[in-house]
């Protein structure tokens, strides 16, 4: 079950870092990603993460201002978001997809947390 925090609202420019707990522990071996959804969009792809952290991808949205990393002795993936801008603003989701490979494809996620708000106020 994967539970994401530490969403909130923040002025433009600002900082925030999300976290996602594994609370199973059923994703270590599984790569992990960031998808948001804003009002009226479908949801898109942010960040992904491969199994080990040895490899990262980030959509160009988001890329020089996001870090998508993660911690497996904590059982927790974690978004730094810097420079945030309007923009931004959406619920953001983590996931755990069926390969411990970096994935980048929606569909190829199977577990998802329950999201959480980000507000971005210009």
């Known amino acids: 079950q994967l539970q994401a925090s530490g969403g909130g609202w923040v002025q433009a420019g600002g900082s925030l870092r999300l976290s996602c707990a594994d609370s199973?522990?059923?994703?270590?071996?599984?790569?992990m990603g960031w998808f948001r959804q804003a009002p009226g969009k479908e949801r898109e792809f942010v960040a992904a993460i491969d199994w080990n952290g040895g490899r990262t991808d980030y959509s160009d949205s988001v890329k020089g201002r996001f870090t998508i990393s993660r911690d497996r002795a904590k059982n927790t993936l974690y978004l730094q978001m810097n420079s945030l801008k309007s923009e931004d603003t959406a619920v953001y989701y983590c996931?755990?997809?069926?390969?411990?490979?970096?994935?980048?494809?929606?569909?190829?996620?199977?577990?998802w947390g329950q999201g959480t708000l980000v507000t971005v106020s210009s």
């Open positions: 996931a755990a997809a069926r390969s411990s490979y970096l994935v980048t494809t929606r569909s190829l996620y199977n577990k």
């Open positions: 199973r522990r059923t994703s270590s071996n599984n790569g």
